[in-house]
Each structure stands twice: as structure tokens, then as C-alpha cells.
């Protein structure tokens, strides 16, 4: 196990080669939650100490809520083809959303995607890598289409409304939500 302050040239190519990443936030009195993230194009490397992701609207904006109680966050990703390879990046986050003034800067940084409600900036503490000599050997066979599909679909308006009153997480812990459909580029 080795820690650096800071993602050097190795995690970025590491980084690179991943197809999916898992985010980890928590909150005083809430539920500690871990999610999946994959869609192709959506995690950067900002900076030696900054990373961020693109967020598309899904099944709740835990993240979004726990980063504004707490700002605490962890991103793993596992390289599951070889070397075998764990990597973390601890920091601090925040959601960035298209009606704050950080949102031209990100957002030139990625690839819009139908339904993108958010960035999360992450201001990255430390860098952790191990082994991962437990976790299996998988190779990505695809990429999923069906979340970029299914907002490409919505009507804006209808969509805006729907995310209009999604303002609590599952704990009741607030949260902001977006002030206009994004259709992609």
C-alpha cells in the first residue's frame, strides 16, 4: 500500500484506462452511500490535486447532499484487467451545478451528455493504491447507452419540473437541483 498527496503521471494513466469508478460520501445521521459510475468520458483528471465527474440525473442526488453537509469523498477505481491495481482518491467535493458561476469552466472540460444535471469538483487530499491482487479478472465487453437514451427522450420541460422537486436525499438531507434541461452536445 502506497500514499502520495497528490495523482501523479501513473494514476492518471491508471485513471485513464478505467471504464468504471466507484464514488463513496457519507453524512452525520445518514446512510453511508456508494455508487457505480461508468459512462464512457465522464471522470477527468483536472490537476495533480483535482479531478471531477459528470452526473446525469438517475435514482437520487445522494452525493450531491452529502458533499453539501460534509464535502468528505472517496473515489476507487479497480483496474480489473492487468496489473492488478486498487486505486483511491480522498478529498473534498462539491456539487457544481449549470446555474453557478463554476459551471462554464467544468463543463468545457467534458463531453455534455442528455440529462447531465451536475459536476462534482473534487479537491483530491491524498492518492492510495494496493494491490488488488482479491479482485477478479473482468474485461468490458460494453458500454451501457441506456441512461443518455432515456433522457435524450424526456421533454425539457417535463424534466425540469420532475427534478424541480427532487430537493431532499433519502436521509431528508437537502439538496439543489438543477435550473435547466441539458440535451448534450
Known sequence: MEFTDHITPDHEATIAKQAIFFVATAAADARINLSPKGLEGTFKVLGPNRVAYLDLGGSGNETHAHLAADGRITIMMCNFEQPALILRLYGR???????????????????????????????????????GWGVPVMHLDKHRETLPKYHAQQDPAKWEAKVAGRTASIDGLPTRATDRFIAGS
Do not use: H, N
Not at 467544468?106 to 494491490?131: E, H, K
Open 93 to 131: 467535493g462539491k456539487p457544481v451545478l449549470p446555474q453557478d458561476a463554476e459551471w462554464a469552466e467544468l463543463a468545457g472540460q467534458f463531453t455534455l451528455l442528455p440529462g447531465t444535471r451536475q459536476i462534482f469538483d473534487i479537491a483530491v487530499d491524498s492518492v492510495q493504491t494496493s494491490c
